[in-house]
T-cell receptor
Framework: GESVGLHLPTLSVQEGDNSIINCAYSNSASDYFIWYKQESGKGPQFIIDIRSNMDKRQGQRVTVLLNKTVKHLSLQIAATQPGDSAVYFCAEGGSNDYKLSFGAGTTVTVRA | NAGVMQNPRHLVRRRGQEARLRCSPMKGHSHVYWYRQLPEEGLKFMVYLQKENIIDESGMPKERFSAEFPKEGPSILRIQQVVRGDSAAYFC??????????????FGPGTRLTVT
């Protein structure tokens, strides 16, 4: 099957700086993308999603960008805080396709 | 509101034993999904169920694994004759509806299965 991949398995960020986590996907039929945050010992927590008819969506301190031309997805976290330390996964799905495909994850560590 | 609940949180089984993992979806949710996460990897879809129906089990290993979601009670993922390779975190997610496009899935805390 096709997979969702992430650039850079780890990211170290100074507290207060902005973080950018990247994700490459290969299934051009995917039209729904989600970012999840997973803290140690917990299940994935929904952060933000975006449909393929959009190229940008903003939430609280987070922004997701979608570039369908190069099949690239990114998550920007503004003013990164210690509580943002976690593994971040991008996941993709398609219309009428409930199966989410996850990438391997990027571990974000926030330095005080 | 209680979220998705899974139990047990940790399960240790010897090779050859059976493992039963339980998942109670969020209130009002009637769709349940099971995913498996191996160490250092992302989640992999296993099975999608509605009440009393298996909709898609394309991600389930052909042998030893089964899932159900009865009319009453939690969804159960059953692994018979466990082997070391079954050691993983198993996550359940639920959603209120399946539509076009896919609705948000809410994940439980997972069951960490260790096979010794």
């Amino acid at each position: 099957g096709e997979s969702v991949g992430l650039h850079l398995p780890t990211l170290s960020v100074q507290e207060g700086d902005n973080s950018i986590i990247n994700c490459a996907y290969s299934n051009s039929a995917s039209d729904y993308f989600i970012w999840y945050k997973q803290e140690s010992g917990k299940g994935p927590q929904f952060i933000i999603d975006i449909r393929s008819n959009m190229d940008k969506r903003q939430g609280q301190r987070v922004t997701v960008l979608l570039n369908k031309t190069v099949k690239h997805l990114s998550l920007q976290i503004a003013a990164t805080q210690p509580g943002d330390s976690a593994v971040y996964f991008c996941a993709e799905g398609g219309s009428n396709d409930y199966k989410l495909s996850f990438g391997a994850g990027t571990t974000v560590t926030v330095r005080a | 509101n209680a979220g998705v609940m899974q139990n047990p949180r940790h399960l240790v089984r010897r090779r050859g034993q059976e493992a039963r993992l339980r998942c109670s979806p969020m209130k009002g949710h009637s769709h349940v999904y099971w995913y498996r996460q191996l160490p250092e990897e992302g989640l992999k879809f296993m099975v999608y169920l509605q009440k009393e129906n298996i909709i898609d089990e394309s991600g389930m290993p052909k042998e030893r694994f089964s899932a159900e979601f009865p009319k009453e009670g939690p969804s159960i993922l059953r692994i018979q004759q466990v082997v070391r390779g079954d050691s993983a975190a198993y996550f359940c997610a639920s959603s209120p509806l399946m539509g076009d496009p896919v609705d948000e899935q809410y994940f439980g805390p997972g069951t960490r299965l260790t096979v010794t």
